[in-house]
C-alpha cells in the first residue's frame, strides 16, 4: 500500500466526520476554538484508535462487527440527529443547548465516524502494513478535514442562521441512513 493510496482511504475514511463537523459549525456549536479541537481531535483520535482496534481484534470477531457495525452508526447518528432538530424546533430561546463537541455525545459520534475505520483495521492485517503509520495517518487528515469543515459551517451558518440547526441534524440522519443502506446492499 503507497501513500498515495493511504491518503484516499484517510479521506474517504475522514467524509463522515467531516460532515458531522460541518453541521455542527452550522448549528453553531463551534463558535469557540476548544470546540474546534475537541471535534477535530476527539474525531482523529477515534479515526487513528479505530484501526488499530480492528488490527488487534483480527479475523475471527469480523463477521460479528459487519453484522452490526452500520446498526450502532445509524442509531449513533440518528438519535444525534433527531435530538438537534428537536432542540431547534422547541428550545429556540433557551441558552444551553446539547453541544456535540462535549460528553458522551463528542464520544457517540466518534464512534459513529469512525466505525468504518475499525473495519479498514482488520484488512490492514491482510496487507501486512504497518498500522500504527497508517492509522497515524488517517488520525491526522481526519483532523484537518474537519477544522476545514468547520470553518465552512462557520460560514454557511452566517447565511442560513436559524434553519442550519435543523439542517444539521437532518444531515446526521441522513448520513446515519446512508450508512444502513450501503451496508443491508440496497444501494
Known sequence: MNFAEIVLISLALAMDAMTVS????????????????????????????????????????????????????????AFVGTRMILEAIEKKDIAFRSDPSRGMQLVGLSIATSIDALAVGLTLALVKVNVWYVSLIFGLITG????????IGHFLRKKFSSS???????????????????????L
Open 144 to 151: 484537518s478535514v474537519c477544522v476545514v469543515a468547520i470553518k
Open 164 to 186: 442550519a440547526e435543523v439542517l444539521g441534524g437532518i444531515i446526521l440522519i441522513a448520513i446515519g441512513l446512508k450508512i444502513l443502506i450501503e451496508h443491508l446492499g440496497l
Open 22 to 77: 460541518l453541521s455542527a459549525a452550522a448549528a453553531g456549536f463551534t463558535r469557540q476554538k476548544r470546540a474546534t479541537f475537541r471535534l477535530a481531535f476527539h474525531f482523529g483520535l477515534f479515526q487513528f484508535l479505530m484501526p488499530i482496534l480492528g488490527w488487534f481484534i483480527g479475523f475471527n470477531i469480523v463477521h460479528l462487527i459487519e453484522k452490526i457495525d452500520h446498526w450502532i452508526a445509524f442509531g449513533l447518528l
